[in-house]
Structures are given as C-alpha cells and as structure tokens.
C-alpha cells in the first residue's frame, strides 16, 4: 500500500461512519466504497487508482457544492487537508482532517437554508413510553429539551425536521420502532456512554458552569437531559470548538404551545404543500413578508407551535396593530432591517472561529443600524415593543472596534491581506508602507539605470519565480553592464540581477511577508474580541428578529386588509367574511368567495357540511383551521370579523393515502389518524373532518361515521365540522342539539352545475359525482351507465335489473357489466332516537 493511500485509511479508520474526501492536488478524491457512493449520489466518474482502487474526484474550487449535496442525501464528511504546500525534496504530503461537516453541525451559509431552523435531535429513553428528546441549532444557538410520550414522538420529529439524529447504539431497534420513517436521514448511533446519564450530565453542567439544570426550568432526572448532554458531548467531537454560543437549554412547554400533530401540519400545509414538498403555496410563503433570514426562522417556528397563552398572543397582537396603524414606524423599521445582516449565524461563525473578514464587515454595518432602530421604538404603546426596545443592545464598543479596525469591503480570506483598515496599527502601516515605498524605489532605481546605461527600453520587474528583475532587449545586449549578472535568457532579451536588487527584493519581500502576517494575528486578536461578546450580540440578533416578525404581520395585514381576531375563553369561533389565506392571494382579485362560520351556544359547536366535489368544501374547512391557528400565532387574520375561543389542539382528518411500507392500507391510515383524534380530542380542541370511513364499504363506512359524530358532540364536545358525502347523516341533527347542517350551494342549469362556494345551513341532497366524472374526462357510456344506476339505487336501494339471462355477460354500448346477482334489499337503522337512516327498515346490523 502506497503511503499516500496509507494517510486515507489513517483518516478513515479515525471518522468511522463519515466520507473522507482527500484531498490531492486540484482535486478532492474518494476512494473505494467512499468513491463508489460518490458516483451516485454526485452525479461524478468512477475510474480506478493504480487499476485496482476505486477513484472519483471533485474540484477543489467546487468543494461547497459537492459538500451540499452529500449533508442533503444524509451523509457525514471529513475533509482531509494538505497541510503543507507541496514540496519535491519530500516524497509524501502531510495530510490531516481539519474539517468535519454533518448535516446537523452545518454552520456555512451556502450550506444552510436562511429562511429555515437546522434541527440537530438526539433520542434518550426514560421510564416506559417516554423519550427525551433534545434538539439544537448549531447555528443559532437554540437549544431545547423535553420529555415526550412514545405516542407523540414522531410528531414532535415531524415538527422539529431535523437533519441528523443521534441515539444510543444499544437504542437502535428501538428507536427505529418508535420514529420510523420520521427520523432523519443521517441517523447516527452513538457509543452508550455518551448516553450514561451521569456522564450526560456531567457534559451539560460543566458547558454551562452550573451545579443544577433546575435553574434553567428542568430536573435533573428527567431523560431529556441525557439527549442533551448527548448532544453537547457529540459537538465537543465533532466541532472541536468553542460552544459559547449556546447559552442556555430551554424546556420545550407543550403545554403553552397549541398542539399540531404531523397529519395535521401536512394536511394544512402550513411549511410545505402536499402535492410537491415545496415551500411555495404553502401557509408559510404566504405569512411571510419578513426582510430578514432571523425573522423569517422565527416565523416558521412560530406557525408550526402557535401560542395558547392568551396574554401573550394580545401581546403580540398589541404590537402588529400599532405597527399596522403607523405606515412611517413599519416602513421605516423595514428598510433599517433589510439592510441588517444575520448576526446569529454570523455570531456562531465567529464564536466558533470559522468567521471571515467579511462577517465582521457584515456585524458592523448590522450595528450601525442598531441606534436607528431603538430611536424608532421609544415612546411606543404597546408593551411588547416597549420590551423590545429595553433589551436592545446597541453594543457601541463592538461596533467602535469593528468600524476602525475592519475595511468595509474586505477580502473573503484574512491570509490575502487588506483587511485591517490604515490608523489601526502602527505597525503594519510601517510594514505597508514599505511595500508601497517599494513600487516608487522600483521606479527610481530604473530611472536611474537607464540614465546611466543609455538603454532607454531597459525596465524593472518582478515574478514571483525570477524575483526582481532587470530586462535588456537583445539589441541592446552590448550595452550591458559589467556589474550586472546574468539571470535568464528569453526569446527576445535577457533578465539580470544586481546586489542593490536583490537587496532590496529581501527587504520589501520580507515587509510583505510580515505585514500578512501581522494582518491576520490582529484580525484573529478581533475576532476572539467579537466572540467573547457572543451573548449581547445574540441578544440582539433575538430582539431584530422578533421585530422584523412583527412588522412582517403588520405589513401583511396591511397589504391584504386582515383584521384583528379577538380571543375569547369560551370554546367559540365566530368568522364573518372569512377567507382561505393562501388561495385568497393566489386566485386573481376579487374571485374568492368569502364565508362565515359561526360555532357556539346559539349556532351549535358540531357542522356537518355536505355538497358536491370541487363545490368547496375542503377550502372552507381548511379556511376556518388556518385562520383559528394564525390567530393564535398572533397574527391578523382574512375575514372581516372573527372571535376566536382560545384552542388547545387542531385536528385534521383530510384524505388518505396507502402506507405499503408499514403495511397499512388507505382505511387503516384512515381510521388510525380517526382514533387519534377521538382517543385526544378536548372541549376546547378544533377537528377538521373531511370525510370518514370511504374507504369501506357504504355501511361500515356510514356508520362509522354516524358513531364518530355522536361521539364528538356528546362525549367530547369539542368544536368539529365534518364534510361528507354520507347525506344520511342530516338526520343527526334533530337528535344531536349541538349539530348544524351546513352545505355547499350549487346552481343547476339544465344538465350542468355552478358552483358557487357559498356556504349555507341545510343540507346537499345530492353529490353530483357524475357532474364531476364528466368534467374530469370520463367516457360518455360510463356516465350513462352510472346515471341509469344512480336513478334505479336512488328509487329502489337496488341495482337495476337488465333482460340479460342470469349467467350472462350485460353489454351496453362499450360497457360490459357482471351477470346480476341475487341482490337484498339493504336495511340500517341506527340505533339513537330519531328517523333512521333509510327509513323504518328492520334487522339493523346494530
């Protein structure tokens, strides 16, 4: 084995379950299973080394986006480094890991979504049906814990979207069993002790320099510390760097935040749409109007964990609406915050000391912005301003260094120079003005030479292989000099050297040198300045983006005139004029049909809501979810007028899919996602409904679905609307007191239908499901087909009898039907007080 393939398995043997890339020359290689994966999941040749070792390679200068597309398919890297530049007298290159990147450790921007959290989570197990879970982002600095029941794992998961998860290796099939297809795709298994609970402990004390987690809101029994100091122990590995920046674990309050469980999150689509996982279409990219990237991660947390606490959603409603009222104050603090960079992940980087110039260049100009910004709070009304503006850290001595130290326009890398603005160090302005004396001896000394040689076309230069020059054509080579020695000889003259020269070539060289050096020991000496002022500067970064938050809604509610929800203790929801807040801007002006929706003491708290597909249904259910949790988050809302009971749960029961993987089918992935909702529902809980027990069939499914009802409005009693398709159900509502019929109106036009997404009370007695299978292309003898059977089953409950003999195939233009069978005529009656289902029939299956 060469010696260059024997520094690879070294730093392979040393990452274990990481990509080593290695780098060689211009190139950063992969070799054997490393480069086979390379070559799929990089798109990039595979060739052999030596004719044996599998090879691949990618170009140095493109390093960030290989490195993007490797932590995106869930893999750990570790960057191999050539630490000395190569030289021929040595055989080998030394070679060493000086990077490692992971999904969950990420803190480069290029590698990062701005406008989204990168959840590091790690998993702990406690007593039975518990797990701690922990999570961080690295680079913010946000780190939280909690406990949670096994039941709600993977919607905690879910929400978090984290892109790397660390276990215990012992933990593994357990792990696996409790969060599935939920954990990551970089899933790293970690050695046990690193999950004992005293050495956990014992990690997360000593980075906080505390005696007790108690004072931080936790017990120190709780198995959400072991994730924790899981976490902190894995960082310390991998980074291999200060951890300043995490300041604090915060106990994740369920309790406080309206609960949202993953079926929900999805079907809402509150982060990302259902059909393609995009951002666009999705609640989010319609709230958003935030200027910054820490406004912008703040809202997104903030959509998928709603507030409950009324006090602190009137505070927040308090300040969007001052904001909102005062055009000058938003606009202003707008244009103040565009120009604002991301100091908590610019923060990071330099508590970590990965920072740049221009990071610090970027901090700077971020401060100066900062005396502005406060002016423009003081004297508000509303408290949460008020607040803001006391916890604003103008931090004027960072700022001060940073404006006389950092040029404002600096190079990407301290090592190129040109960093440290002129006044800042004696020092290296002594250094920088040699080498710039340096350019104008150049100039006299070759004045000078030609004066006296007479070579008129004689001049002075300089590579960085000849050094400093002189260079006499060949037509002049016999005016040469004595003195002057002989260096090179080019096609058309020749290059000499003279002890004044070299000299002088020592002298300014060396400056050069020393003055590079000197650059980048003040700018390191800088940025350890900065970093040990990490906590007010992420201070701040918290207070901007809480501010640009704020303004965002406030801009919003301007733009689409939104209105201000009232929240009320009583489990009701009153929407006048309300309006789906993502079709509402995507739809042309004016096309949405606004609706109201009126739930309580007098209205009744249980909808049933009927009428034909496309007629609206589902965009009205939906409307009421999204405008109920936009409140809560404390944002304006698309109606004319709503109150809104505080909520504790939404529920979501929409659609269905198979989930072959797990062995389910559509009904059971139905009827799971049901008893969830029925075995957690609270009276002050809001279920969305859309369509129960399809899936089955008619019977089983209409009763299910009569029961489900039943048991919503009286044993629970929470707020729900339920569309469906199951007419039958009306008949509820002269036994349940609290339930409503409610349905979709459609106009009909001889054999057409227009929809007019108007919600009304009563009930549709028809679906018009073949109205919409001709819309949707049907062949023309299906739909006659379907009609003559619709009309017969809508008469008799009976399929149509045909002349056909028993036996015998039925063919009806290019239809062709089964032989009849011997059909009962079907017979259900409910068992609760009131008409039955389908009249007095007997020998229900009840």
């Known amino acids: 084995m060469s010696r260059m393939m024997q520094q690879y398995h070294d730093a392979k043997a ?192 000593t980075h906080f320099q505390v005696g007790t987690l108690s004072g931080f809101g936790f017990e120190d029994e709780q198995p959400c510390l072991v994730a924790a100091g899981a976490v902190i122990i894995y960082l310390q590995e991998t980074l291999k760097a200060s951890l300043q920046h995490i300041r604090r674990l915060r106990p994740h309050r369920s309790d406080a935040l309206l609960t949202l469980d993953e079926v929900t999150r999805r079907s809402l689509e509150l982060t990302r749409t259902l059909r393609d996982s995009q951002r666009d279409g999705s609640l989010l990219s319609v709230l958003d109007r935030s200027v910054t990237p820490m406004g912008a991660r703040l809202l997104h947390d903030s959509v998928l964990a709603p507030l409950t606490d009324p006090v602190a959603i ?87 260094v940073l404006d006389k130290a950092i040029e404002e326009d600096p190079p990407h890398i301290a090592k190129e120079g040109g960093v440290i603005r002129p006044g800042y160090s004696a020092e290296l302005d002594e250094l920088r003005a040699l080498a710039t004396d340096g350019k104008n001896w150049i100039a006299r000394y070759q004045a000078q030479e030609i004066t006296r040689t007479g070579i008129a076309s004689l001049k002075v230069g300089y590579n960085e292989i000849d050094g400093y020059y002189l260079e006499i054509t060949n037509a002049n080579e016999t005016k040469t000099p004595p003195e002057y020695k002989h260096q090179k000889t080019l096609k058309n003259a020749k290059r000499y050297y003279t002890p004044a020269l070299r000299e002088y070539e020592e002298k300014v060289v060396t400056s050069q040198d020393k003055s590079r050096a000197l650059e980048l020991q003040l700018f390191l000496t800088l940025r350890d300045q900065v970093a040990a002022q990490t906590p007010r500067l992420l201070n701040t970064a918290d207070v901007l983006a809480a501010l640009d938050m704020l303004a965002a809604l406030a801009e919003l509610a301007a733009a689409r005139n939104y209105v201000r929800p009232v929240l009320v203790d009583e489990p009701v929801l009153d929407v006048r004029d309300g309006r789906h807040p993502v079709l509402d801007q995507i739809l042309p002006p004016g096309t949405f049909v606004p609706n109201d929706a009126a739930f309580g003491p007098d209205d009744g708290t249980f909808w049933l809501v009927t009428g034909p597909n496309m007629a609206g249904k589902s965009t009205f259910l939906r409307q009421v979810a999204l405008i109920t949790l936009m409140a809560h988050v404390g944002s304006f809302v698309p109606a004319k007028s709503a109150k809104i009971g505080l909520t504790d749960r939404i529920f979501t029961r929409v659609g269905a899919s198979d989930e072959l993987s797990r062995g389910q089918s559509t009904f059971m992935v139905e009827m799971t996602e049901a008893a969830n909702i029925l075995n957690n529902a609270t009276p002050r809980s809001l279920v969305i409904l859309d369509e129960i027990g399809r899936g089955t069939s008619t019977y089983d499914g209409v009763s299910l679905a009569w029961a489900m009802t039943e048991f919503l409005h009286g044993t629970i009693g929470c707020r729900a609307l339920f569309a469906t398709h199951y007419h039958e159900l009306a008949q509820l509502a002269s036994a349940l007191p609290r339930l409503r019929n409610y349905n979709v109106l459609v106009r009909e036009l001889e054999d057409e239908i227009v929809f007019l997404h108007k919600i009304a009370p009563g009930n549709a007695e028809r679906s018009y499901g073949i109205h919409v299978a001709r819309l949707a292309g049907v062949p023309e003898a299906v739909l006659a087909r379907a009609a003559a059977v619709l009309e017969s089953l809508e008469k008799q409950h009976e399929l149509p009898v045909t002349a056909a003999a028993p036996d015998a195939p039925v063919k009806k233009g290019n239809v062709v039907l089964p032989p009849e069978a011997p059909r009962r005529k079907p017979k259900l009656k409910p068992q609760i007080s009131g008409p039955s289902l389908f009249g007095e029939a007997e020998d229900a299956p009840f």
């Open 314 to 400: 009137n505070g927040r409603l308090d300040a969007v609406e001052e904001l909102l009222k005062d055009h000058a104050l938003r606009r202003n603090l707008r244009d103040h915050l565009e120009s604002c960079a991301d100091i908590q992940r610019l923060t990071t980087r330099v508590s970590t000391a990965k920072a740049g110039p221009r990071d610090l260049s970027a901090i700077a100009r971020t401060l100066r912005k900062l005396p502005a910004v406060k002016a423009k709070l003081a004297g508000r009304r509303a408290p949460l301003l008020q607040d803001l503006e006391k916890r604003l850290e103008l931090c004027p001595d960072i700022r001060e």
């Open 14 to 205: 040393q990452h274990p379950g990481m990509i080593v890339l290695f780098r060689n020359g211009d190139f950063y290689e992969l070799f054997e299973d490393d480069a086979e994966l390379g070559s799929r999941v990089l798109g990039i040749t595979l060739t052999k080394r030596d004719g044996t070792i599998p090879m691949a390679g990618v170009p140095v200068h493109k390093l960030e986006h290989y490195l993007g597309l490797l932590l995106r398919a869930g893999h750990r890297v570790a960057v191999c480094e050539q630490m000395e530049e190569p030289d021929p007298k040595k055989k080998i290159i030394h070679r060493e890991v000086n990077r490692i990147v992971t999904p969950g450790t990420v803190t480069d921007d290029v590698l990062l979504d701005p406008r989204a959290p990168n959840h590091l989570v790690a998993l702990g197990v406690g007593k039975p049906g518990v797990f701690g879970l922990a999570w961080v982002d690295l680079s913010t600095g946000h780190f939280s814990a909690a406990d949670v029941p096994a039941p709600r794992l993977s919607d905690e998961l879910s929400r978090l979207n984290g892109s790397e998860c660390l276990y215990a290796e012992s933990l593994t099939a357990l792990v696996a069993q409790a969060a599935g297809s939920y954990l990551p795709k970089s899933r790293v298994a970690r050695p046990d002790w690193t999950f004992d609970p005293s050495t956990a402990l014992a990690a997360l004390k």
